[in-house]
């Protein structure tokens, strides 16, 4: 049989009635106070007060968490799924609604040498959000890249906080598909966000990320 459903078709209140507790649950934890936020986090390119939200917040719980400890974090642009947070109260809803998706926590290792190429293809999305990593750019071309401060070391081994899509090659990051040694995390990219900022919450802080030039294009 070939159910019609139309501007006409009307709510079905037994089955409302039937799914209410569990809606009514799902609001309440949907609803929970995670952490302040101080300021407006915009998602914009090359750089955007959100990604770096979440790059550094990735890192934060990385570097308390993880092993080996990642140099730097890359993520992709189109992972953001939300315009802004503003200032104001930030909701477990809210972070649902940032990362929605099920990405996992990816490290992946890459020569120091490799790093020109993760330049390339940050240029090629227009912008990314990062965090540890600062790249500069004039009339198109790679000028300056460091991490943590320092001159990129070509022989040295670096190790890359990523998603599980970025690293097995998703929106064009083949560079980092063809990479043998990475190491897939259990941890959901959301859920470490979520963790982190229980962290800074229970230690008495608030969100306040601004836009810093870690990303820079100038002509």
């Not at 642009?77 to 926590?105: D, K, M, S, W």
């Not at 000028?143 to 320092?150: E, L, Q, R, S, V």
């Not at 990475?182 to 919450?201: C, G």
Request: proline residues 5%.
């Amino acid at each position: 049989m070939q159910l019609v459903i139309d501007k006409n078709t009307k709510p079905d209140s037994a089955f409302l009635q039937q799914i209410l507790p569990y809606k009514l649950k799902l609001d309440s934890q949907m609803n929970e106070l995670i952490v302040q936020n101080k300021v407006e986090l915009k998602k914009e390119q090359p750089e955007g007060s959100l990604g770096n939200f979440l790059a550094d917040q990735l890192m934060a719980y990385a570097q308390l968490n993880l092993n080996p400890k990642p140099d730097f974090c890359l993520l992709n642009h189109g992972g953001l799924r939300l315009p802004a947070i503003y200032p104001g109260p930030v909701y477990l809803r809210t972070l649902f609604e940032l990362q929605p998706f099920e990405n996992q926590l990816t490290l992946v290792k890459i020569k120091g040498k490799d790093i020109a190429s993760i330049g390339k293809l940050v240029k090629e999305w227009g912008g990314a959000p990062v965090s540890g990593l600062r790249l500069v750019y004039q009339s198109g071309s790679l000028t300056n890249a460091t991490i943590n401060g320092k001159a990129i070391e070509e022989d040295k081994d670096y190790w890359v906080l990523t998603s599980d899509y970025l690293a097995n090659g998703g929106d064009y990051a083949n560079l980092l598909k063809a990479i043998n040694e990475k190491i897939f995390l259990p941890t959901k990219l959301r859920d470490a966000l979520i963790l982190s900022l229980r962290d800074m919450a229970k230690n008495g802080q608030t969100i306040q990320t601004k836009k810093d030039g870690r990303i820079q294009f100038t002509q």
